[in-house]
């Protein structure tokens, strides 16, 4: 931090002065996941309404953070799985940096937290890492319930 002080440019002083919530708003739109439309980011409580509550198939709902790294671990394993599902069960991530309202309305205190979501209403949950035979019968119980 300080040798970006010492440039003395303006660029270095308007990225200091930047509120950081506009800067990771404007770096969310540049964030890949590896996936196909299977998986998508929620920010806003009109958002999930829109994708998870009115979602015409099952939906894995998956709070995470950055920092947080059984959500790192976790993440990318969940994808591939509702990747493997062929759209009959999608996957919204929601980051709880990003979106602490929709968090506290959810009860979050813990990340990761997953909950299996259908016809509007939350099926199923677990906090923590699950290992793989753990997270395929997660989601199957999404799909039969």
């Not at 010492?6 to 890949?32: C, D, E, N, Y």
């Not at 998870?52 to 790294?69: E, N």
């Not at 290992?131 to 395929?136: A, G, H, S, T």
Request: aromatic share 8%.
């Amino acid at each position: 931090m300080l040798n970006i002080l010492r440039l003395g440019s303006t660029l270095a002083r308007a990225a200091v002065t930047t509120k950081p919530t506009f800067i990771a708003s404007k770096m969310s739109q540049f964030r890949h996941f590896s996936h196909g439309t299977s998986v998508f980011e929620i920010e806003s409580s009109e958002d999930f309404n829109e994708k998870v509550i009115q979602s015409a198939v099952p939906v894995i709902v998956d709070f995470h953070a950055d920092w947080c790294g059984p959500c790192q671990a976790l993440g990318p394993r969940l994808e591939e799985k509702v990747n493997g599902q062929n759209g009959n069960v999608l996957l919204a991530k929601i980051n709880v940096d990003h979106a602490g309202e929709l968090a506290m309305d959810y009860g979050i205190s813990a990340v990761p937290t997953v909950f299996a979501f259908k016809n509007g209403e939350k099926i199923a949950a677990f906090t923590g890492v699950l290992d793989d035979e753990q997270l395929d019968k997660f989601i199957e119980n999404a799909l039969t319930y």
